[in-house]
Every structure is written in structure tokens, then in C-alpha cells.
């Protein structure tokens, strides 16, 4: 089946650092989300990127499907930023079952 | 607008107990998910639903998990005769299929312990 490593497994920042966070996946997939869960567990869509580039606020995220792989940006990272990023993809039929990465434990320090 | 919602928040029952887990999608979303997160790992997929069928039941661990979904609209996870190793977070996700965005939107999980 598809594997999807993100890297690196964890990272620490202190507060208004900038970091990139990687997305590799095996297969050639639909679709492509960036979550960020945090503390409590509730996951929070980022990003909705297949392809192409998109920015808010402080984060960004580019996805380039022909070399499968996608990368999400934090600039001047904050305390609240902390918690677990999961690159998720999407495989055959569109609207079907996500396959999620194993994420990437970010913890930013004042 | 209201987001997903998950009934209970937490649960936790006795070993070879069945229980029941509700999920409440997005008011309008035709696609729903099942997923299920063990502790410290990410997210494994269960089972969709598109409208009330299931295309797609391959995630579902055993024939202990069955979903069902009514309406287009509720969905309901039953677990039967629960195992320790069925403790985990489980998490539903509703998604509009609609032009060229499929995203999903998740609930907050119910956390189920069994004791």
C-alpha cells in the first residue's frame, strides 16, 4: 500500500523560529491535507493542497504531486503552534479514505 | 455553522461489552468517516460512508465493528464484545463531495477506555 513519511518525527523551537516540515508519499494520490492537532486532540485543517502552493497567515504549504512530496512552512513559530502536524493523501476515487502520516511532534518554547 | 459532532466525549466500559459511538456530520455533507487513533500513533481509517452506503468497509479491524448510517445524516459505530486493544480515540470526519474539493472535517473523538 501507499506510505507516507513525514520528517522529521520530532522538533524543537523556540518561539519565532521558522521551521519546514516534509511529506513524502510512495503512489500518486488525489488529494493532500495538513491537520495540526493539538493538545486536547481536536485536529484542525491547515491546509487542502493536492497541487500548487497556498499561504495563511503565518503558515504555507507546497505540494508538488509529480515528485510526491509536500512541505509545510511555519514562520516565527509561537507557544500555540505546539502539538502534532499529520500530512494526510488521499488515494484512488476522490472523497474516499484518508492515509495519514505518522506526524511530526512540534514543540515551541518561550 | 456547527462543526462535527461525537457522542460521548469519553467512554469506558468493561471488557466484552458492546458500545455504541454517534457521529453528527456537517449539516449537508454527503461523505462520512470512521477513524481510529491508538495512542501516541496517527490516524487508521475504518469505514465510509457516501449518503447512507458503505463503499468501503475494509478498515474495519473485525466483524466486532460494524457502522451504519441513517438519513444521510447520523452515523452510528457499534463495537461488540470490546477487547482492551480496542481502547482508542475514535474520530469521525464529514466531507461535502462537491466540484473539486473533497476535504475533510473532523469531529473531536470519542476517547474509549476498556477496562
Known amino acids: 500500500g501507499i506510505q507516507v513519511e513525514q520528517s522529521p518525527p520530532d522538533l524543537i523551537l523556540q518561539e519565532g523560529a521558522n521551521s519546514t516540515l516534509r511529506c513524502n508519499f510512495s503512489d500518486s494520490v488525489n488529494n493532500l491535507q495538513w491537520f495540526h492537532q493539538n493538545p486536547w486532540g481536536q485536529l484542525i485543517n491547515l491546509f487542502y493542497i493536492p497541487s500548487g502552493t497556498k499561504q495563511n497567515g503565518r503558515l504555507s504549504a507546497t505540494t508538488v504531486a509529480t515528485e510526491r512530496y509536500s512541505l509545510l512552512y511555519i514562520s516565527s513559530s509561537q507557544t500555540t503552534d505546539s502539538g502534532v502536524y499529520f500530512c494526510?493523501?488521499?488515494?484512488?476515487?476522490?472523497?474516499?479514505?484518508?492515509?495519514f502520516g505518522k506526524g511530526t511532534t512540534l514543540s515551541v518554547s518561550s | 455553522g456547527a462543526g462535527v459532532s461525537q457522542s460521548p466525549s469519553n467512554k469506558v466500559t468493561e471488557k466484552g461489552k458492546d458500545v455504541e459511538l454517534r457521529c453528527d456530520p456537517i449539516s449537508g455533507h454527503t461523505a462520512l468517516y470512521w477513524y481510529r487513533q491508538r495512542l501516541g500513533q496517527g490516524l487508521e481509517f475504518l469505514i465510509y460512508f457516501q449518503g447512507n452506503s458503505a463503499p468501503d468497509k475494509s478498515g474495519l479491524p473485525s466483524d466486532r465493528f460494524s457502522a451504519e448510517r441513517t438519513g444521510e445524516s447520523v452515523s452510528t459505530l457499534t463495537i461488540q464484545r470490546t477487547q482492551q486493544e480496542d481502547s482508542a480515540v475514535y474520530l469521525c470526519?464529514?466531507?461535502?463531495?462537491?466540484?473539486?474539493?473533497?476535504?475533510?472535517?473532523f469531529g473531536p473523538g470519542t476517547r474509549l477506555t476498556v477496562t
Open positions: 494526510a493523501v488521499e488515494l484512488g476515487q476522490a472523497g474516499t479514505a484518508l492515509i
Open positions: 470526519a464529514s466531507s461535502l463531495i462537491a466540484g473539486e474539493s473533497y476535504e475533510q472535517y
